[in-house]
Each structure stands twice: as structure tokens, then as C-alpha cells.
């Protein structure tokens, strides 16, 4: 391990996951000057934490162990970069991997810009023995209601519609990591980040 370049890139993935040193600190149970000196190249991270950081990143051991993000690696992250656009008028759902221009009943859509959520607007994730069982309290009324939700990793996209007046239920593959994106017709687009290791049995 090259703890320069293990450093640099733990750096570089700690900010693409907008986490503060002392946010993956507490995430690893380790203190942030630890997570600093790795990042300066002092140091590097016990081998009992790799897992948990490749779980925090969506990324590999052998990534972390390198330093480096291959071509192909690279290139797998442009699925989380997935936009999504919603038409008002027939609620048609589009996504595109990138910038695009998109029409849907006579009006250009404007890709939707997702906000994270807030701990009490998250959607309920409990690990049922080797699937993840998706459900929530949303209101789902005619006219408040999550038309579709989505799950995301490196390589894939599963979309989920919902319909009003039906309760947000349904099963996913016990994944490592993803994220989970949702519209909601009155608060918008929302995600939340998933990981194996912070769901609930």
C-alpha cells in the first residue's frame, strides 16, 4: 500500500461523498486526526477498516489498496449521476446519464435536482435475511404521494413505480451500498445513501 496515494484518494472520496473529516471519523469509530494523517500520507488505515471504508465509498479494497481508479472504475461511477426528469403533465419518468435536452407533452423538462434528506424523511430499510425490505410512512394521497423510487449503485439502476393510495413496499437485493432516490409530487426529488454494514436487522 502506498499510503500517499491510498491518502490522496481517500481524500478525493471523502469529498464525492460530501463528508466532512469528522463525519467518516465517526463513521469508522476512529478519531479525524487519524482520518488527516492518512490523508496528509502520515499514515495508513488499519487493515480491519478497509471493508468499512470501501462500504462507505462504493468502491473496492483493492481501489483503496492501489490509491487508483482505473478507467473502467471511473467510468462506473456515471451511473450515480443518473438525472431524472419528471413531466407534470402525464408524469412520465425519463433519466439520462447525462446532460440532455428532454420534452414530454409539448414542455422541456429540467433535469430535477435531488436533495438529501432529513433523518424523519427517510424511507424505512431493514435487512429480512438476504433482501432489503423498502417501505414508508409517506402519505400517499391523490394528490401528495412518491410516484417512483429508484435504487442506485456503480453499475445499476432499478426504478420502482408507486401509485397513490398504495403503501411504499417493496424488496431490493442485499446490495453493498447504493442510494435510494425518490419524487415526491410535492417535495420533490430526495435520496438517501444505503449501506449494508447501518441497516437495521
Sequence with gaps: MDQIKTGALIKQLRKEKMLTQKQLAELLNVSD???????????CPDV?????????FGTDINILLSGEINKKESEKGNMKKMKFY????????????SET???????KLAALEPRKTEENEQLNVEDIGGEWFISSDHMMTKDHYISFVAYINDNSIMMFKQYPEWNVQFNLPLYRSGKLVWYCTKCGLLYQDIRRSTIKK
Excluded at 50 to 55: H, I, N, R, Y
Excluded at 101 to 107: A, H, K, S
Design 33 to 43: 486526526k487519524a482520518v488527516s494523517k492518512w490523508e496528509c500520507g502520515n499514515g
Design 48 to 56: 480491519s477498516l478497509l471493508s468499512e471504508l470501501a462500504d462507505i
Design 86 to 97: 419528471v413531466c407534470k403533465e402525464c408524469g412520465n419518468i425519463i433519466t439520462s446519464t
Design 101 to 107: 435536452d428532454v420534452i414530454c407533452c409539448g414542455n
